[in-house]
């Protein structure tokens, strides 16, 4: 096979794929919008039914009422709402038709409907009798009706149980809306038993019992309503099925128990113009969440509907200019690449037999192609250029040599200037004191400075600028500056914590953070008092070669404006030494990549503590350098040691 041909096999199989891959999710974004529908369609029955199934439980009540002497109310309204709830309930099926099978549900509407139209018409033909005829007619009224209530509620269930949502916010809108369903009925049939029971506390137990297994079960749907996961449903929805329990819990309930309780002992402890507005207050509140309930699902299913329209639309657009993007592809992979390819070999061939006056291919294009064309005419300049560029490099080398060599002078004038600020060792007059600098390039961001303070007090600081190299070193200068005249010109008062904090919250934004050790010792007394931010704790190293490290550890200074700081209270006895130190120090690693570590430091420093401070930090560079194999350091190393010079011991 040559390349015209494999070129052109292989654009079209890869068009192809893409075809096919865009088919699919078109087939399956459409199989998305036909289910979208289905579901629209099936909610919105489903709601109607939820509606009707309502208005014809306030019927059967108001009814029962009237039948069994208990009412006189007018029920040529509640009637009206039930036939609009049907009537609504018939055109929701009937547009629903074309998405979902709903012939069945319509003609078993149609049976209750004319089912209930007999009831009523027994109802309003029946004469006026005794009580106990009475009562069994209301009572078998509401039986009946109650049927129909219950066949009302299965198609809903039927018609859910069909068309199962994917989305989980949608099926757990549906469980909610059935469990509230339940409730309600359970609810509106309890408002009417308990209302009548009012009237005529005398009915006996089987009146009772059935009020309490209403009572049962409007608790578990009650229960099934808590128990589902609304979190995701959002808080207004989650209000609603609040307000529900806590109502039913302290209201309702109450209230339900206590007419019945008071019902077995043939006692009305409740009017039941009483009872009645506790019950309508309740389903009112159930109505409530479940018509939000119906409105967040119309609303997640229409999007769910547009979502997946435009997504069929989208890809079918893809899908067509994809079929243009395969045509384009193969004229364009025989027309630009495979005959010119073929073109060129047939030269590359013919020179390669010694024909030197084979006319070289050429044109103006600018991809592969024209540079291959190209290649055998610039090969002389390539050559030139390639001598100039060489030279170019030389040149650019020495000039690379000479700037290298002035920023190495800068840096070590640099290094200079930074050592200058440092304290020499010895003593300020208050306290004795010794230091190692090491920086691991030519500056450092670490600094550290010893100054008497006012009334025999000596200060002192060490610090930790995040980061190496020039940026951290100009912030180790500044900062080193900032500090001295801090301790220095310290508010009456202050602690050296608000002293620290003052600083913090005035440390500009943009610099690095840094650790620190912020501290002064009082003279005569031999006690301290420092702060640490973040940095290593100090070692406390007595005459007798006890080590104690000083403080927790705390915030890095400059990371958070508002932190606080604690100060840690120390004191040094005769020959007792201070050693403050950088990370740099103990987490300097040797060849096998293991840090020198705190406790090794400890080790070093009890082995050196009858050496004079000189030595102990001599002694503390010749390890590290040991422990690095070189001088060379990865960070910078800084250590500062106090004594005091009136407590004995050699500095």
């Known amino acids: 096979m040559n390349i015209r041909r494999t070129l052109v096999a292989l654009t079209a199989f890869l068009g192809m794929a893409l075809l096919f891959t865009v088919g699919t999710q078109i087939n399956d974004q459409l199989a998305r919008y036909d289910q979208a529908q289905r579901l629209a369609a099936s909610n919105a029955v489903r709601e109607r039914l939820a509606v009707a199934s309502q208005a014809l439980g306030e019927e059967r009540a108001a ?29 929701a099926i009937a547009e629903a038709q074309a998405a979902i099978d709903a012939a069945e549900t319509g003609a078993a509407v149609e049976r209750s409907a004319a089912n209930l139209a007999r009831v009523r018409q027994e109802a309003d033909a029946a004469p006026p009798s005794p009580d106990g005829d009475r009562h069994r007619i209301a009572f078998e009224w509401f039986e009946t009706v109650s049927d129909i209530v ?206 030197l006056s084979v006319a070289l291919p050429y044109g103006e294009r600018r991809d592969e192609i024209g540079a291959m064309s190209d290649t055998l005419r610039v090969f002389k300049a390539n050559a030139i250029r390639r001598k100039r560029l060489q030279d170019e ?55 550290y400075n010893v100054v008497d303070l006012p009334s025999g007090r000596a200060g002192f600081f060490q610090l930790d600028v995040a980061g190496h190299g020039a940026p951290a070193a100009l912030v180790s200068v500044a900062s080193h500056h900032t500090l001295t005249q801090a301790l220095l010109q310290r508010w009456r008062n202050e602690s050296l914590a608000e002293l620290a904090e003052r600083l913090n919250r005035d440390w500009p934004e943009g610099l690095p953070y840094c650790t ?20 290593p704790s100090p070692l406390l190293v007595g005459r007798d070669g006890a080590v104690v490290a000083l403080g927790t550890g705390g915030l890095p200074f400059g990371m958070l404006p508002d932190a606080d700081f604690e100060e840690t209270p120390f004191e040094m006895r005769a020959g007792d030494r201070l050693l403050i130190y950088s990370d740099g120090l103990v987490e300097a690693e040797n060849a096998h990549g293991e840090c020198f570590s705190d406790d090794r430091l400890v080790d070093l420093v009890r082995d050196l503590v009858g050496q004079p401070t000189p030595a102990l930090i001599g002694g503390i560079g010749k390890a590290l350098r040991a422990w690095r194999g070189s001088a060379e350091l990865d960070d910078d190393v800084s250590v500062l040691v106090l004594q005091h010079p009136s407590r004995g011991g050699t500095a």
């Not at 039948?67 to 009637?79: I, M, N, Q």
């Not at 036939?83 to 018939?90: G, K, M, R, V």
């Not at 893809?318 to 364009?332: D, E, I, R, T």
Request: net charge neutral; charged share 20%; aromatic share 4%.
């Open 393 to 447: 490099t030389l040149q650019l080398h020495a000039k690379l040599h000479d700037a290298y060599g002035q920023l190495r002078r800068d840096l070590e004038a640099a290094a200079v200037i930074q050592a200058s600020l440092l304290p020499r060792p010895g003593g300020t007059g208050a306290v004795a004191f010794d230091a190692l600098f090491q920086p691991s390039h030519f500056i450092a961001g670490d600094t």
């Open 63 to 91: 009814t029962f009422l009237a039948l069994a002497g208990a009412s006189t109310s007018d029920l040529s309204e509640v009637r009206r709402r039930v036939n609009e709830a049907s009537a609504a309930t018939q055109r």
């Open 150 to 355: 219950s066949g009302l509620q299965s198609l809903r269930l039927t018609l859910l149980a069909r068309e199962q949502a994917n989305e989980p916010e949608i099926a757990h809108e549906a469980a909610l809306r059935s469990y509230a369903n339940l409730l309600i009925e359970h609810l509106s049939r309890n408002r009417a038993l308990l209302a009548f029971g009012l009237e005529a506390p005398s009915l006996g137990d089987k009146f009772l019992d059935a009020a309490e297994r209403n009572e049962g079960r409007a608790e578990l749907a009650l229960r099934l309503l808590r128990d589902q996961p609304i979190a995701t449903l959002g808080t207004e929805i989650r209000a609603f099925v609040d307000e529900v329990n806590i109502h039913h819990a302290v209201v309702f309930d109450p209230a339900q128990r206590s007419i019945i309780a008071g019902l077995r002992r043939g006692e009305a402890l409740m009017v039941p113009a009483g009872w009645a507005s506790t019950a309508d207050q309740m389903i009112a509140l159930t109505s409530r969440l479940q018509s939000r309930l119906f409105e967040s699902s119309r609303a997640r299913l229409a999007e769910e509907v547009a979502e997946a329209r435009r997504a069929v639309t989208s890809w079918a657009i893809l899908l067509g200019l994809g079929v243009c993007a395969v045509g384009a592809a193969l004229l364009v992979v025989r027309q630009r690449v495979a005959q010119p390819l073929e073109r060129l070999r047939d030269v590359m061939l013919q020179l390669a037999d010694g024909d």
């Open 516 to 535: 620190m050790i912020l501290g002064e010792i009082d003279v005569a007394t031999g006690r301290g008092t420092l702060v640490q931010a973040g940095h």
